[in-house]
Each structure stands twice: as structure tokens, then as C-alpha cells.
């Protein structure tokens, strides 16, 4: 058995991981798993990840967990052109520095954006109170006023001149506030003007396809008894 990918194109980090595989002509095979139905819970599933989480990686006998491992073993295993991530001992610490900060700032954020805005609301039902929204809002707002002035700067991209891995896992987590209908880039003509060159460098057509299912996120039908029961914890953890 080849490369598997276990992913939810639901999943900012999956849609990442997705992308980079696709932009490199990685071959691989895609085992999708539906976190809204609960099966990143099966028993099967905990085979290739126990911390049943995606994305997870499956080559041979060697299993992975986490996004940024992921995408960092894939840029070595096929030695994807170095622009991802640079051999430039400084400008590599640029793309961790931005791959250690965004996990507790940005993506923490564009999460609860999404959910506190759409996926509470519509798909469980479950009311939002607006000062907690709020709070949230204002948190994403002070997230990307740092991704734009500390990370993004006046460069082309968040690391230098070419992208790099930080720039596809940000463009995918912002993307989660923007099928919220948060408009995010009014205002910040640079992190807009990025935006665009990210878009252009990764190619619209797989851009598109990445984010056809999230962008669709508003659309989703209730979710039945069960769901909501398997999203419990997500839910409290989410409303804290």
C-alpha cells in the first residue's frame, strides 16, 4: 500500500495538507473521514491515529499524526521544491516561527468564528449568546492585525519572497471565518493583496476544490440526535 491520507476537507489543517500534497504531485491515496458523523471515533480509524484526530498519515508500516509533521514529511520524503520549507537556516525559523505561533492564536480563533457564527447556530441548533460571538470577533480581528503588521509585514509572503508552508496552513484557516461570512480582508489591503498571490501560486481551480465543502458550510441540514450527542464535548469546549 502506497501513501494514505486520512482527511475531512471540512478541516482547515486537512484542507493544508490536501493542498500541498496536490500542488506537489504527491501520489496518494485519500481515506476520507467524515468528522461531522463522528467516524474519526471508530475503532478503525484509532488504528492509524488513537488521538482520532485528522490529519493522519498512513505509508506502510509509518503513521502520523499532526499538520505541520505531516506537511514537514512530505517536503523531505519528496523533496518538494525548497521555497516550502527553505534550507535558509533564518528564513525556515520564519515559517516555524509562524507554524508554532498559529495554533493557539489564529486557528483557535478562525474556529470558533466558524462555529460561533454557522455551525452552532445551524447545524446543532445550540444558541450562541452575542456577547460571546463578540468577544470572539474581536479576538480574530486582533489575530490578523499580527498575522498582517508581525508576520506578512510589507513581504510577498509571510516568510520572504516565495510562498512556503505558513502561507498555505494561514490562507486555509482564514478561509474558515470567510465561509462564515466574515469579511475578513476589508480593510487590510495587504493581507488582501496576499490573499490573492496565495490563491495565484497554489492555482484556483485546486484552491476551489480544497474549499468547495467549507464554503458550503451554512448549507448544511440540522444534525440528528446522535451527531449533536458525538459534538458534545467539541460544543462545551468551543462555548467556554
Known amino acids: 500500500m502506497g501513501l494514505e491520507l486520512f482527511l475531512d476537507l471540512l478541516s482547515q489543517p486537512c484542507r493544508a495538507v490536501y493542498i500541498f500534497a496536490k500542488r506537489n504531485r504527491i501520489p496518494f491515496e485519500l481515506r476520507t473521514v467524515e468528522l461531522l458523523k463522528g467516524q474519526h471515533h471508530s475503532d478503525a480509524f484509532a488504528q492509524v491515529n488513537p488521538m482520532r484526530q485528522v490529519p493522519a498519515l498512513k505509508d506502510g508500516d509509518f503513521t502520523l499524526a499532526e499538520s505541520v509533521a505531516i506537511l514537514l514529511y512530505l517536503s523531505r520524503k519528496y523533496q518538494t521544491p525548497d521555497h516550502w520549507y527553505p534550507q535558509d537556516l533564518q528564513t525556515r525559523a520564519r515559517v516555524d ?18 462555529w460561533q457564527k454557522v455551525m452552532f447556530p445551524v447545524f446543532l441548533g445550540e444558541p450562541v449568546p452575542p456577547e460571546m460571538l463578540a468577544a470572539t470577533l474581536a479576538k480574530l480581528d486582533r489575530c490578523l492585525q499580527l498575522l498582517q503588521d508581525k508576520f506578512l509585514q510589507d513581504k510577498a509572503f509571510l516568510a520572504g519572497p516565495h510562498i512556503s508552508v505558513a502561507d498555505l496552513v ?30 495565484a501560486e497554489v ?11 467549507i464554503l458550503k458550510a451554512k448549507d448544511l441540514p440540522p444534525a440528528d440526535p446522535s451527531i449533536k450527542q458525538k459534538l458534545r464535548p467539541l460544543v462545551q469546549v468551543l462555548l467556554q
Open 97 to 114: 516561527e509562524y507554524l508554532a505561533w498559529q495554533h493557539t492564536a489564529l486557528r483557535y480563533s478562525c474556529t470558533r468564528a466558524l
Open 170 to 199: 494561514a490562507i486555509t484557516e482564514l478561509m474558515h471565518p470567510v465561509s462564515a461570512g466574515c469579511r475578513i480582508f476589508e480593510g487590510r489591503p495587504k493581507l488582501d493583496a496576499w490573499r490573492l498571490r496565495v490563491e
Open 203 to 213: 492555482g484556483e481551480e485546486l484552491f476551489q476544490e480544497a474549499h468547495a465543502l
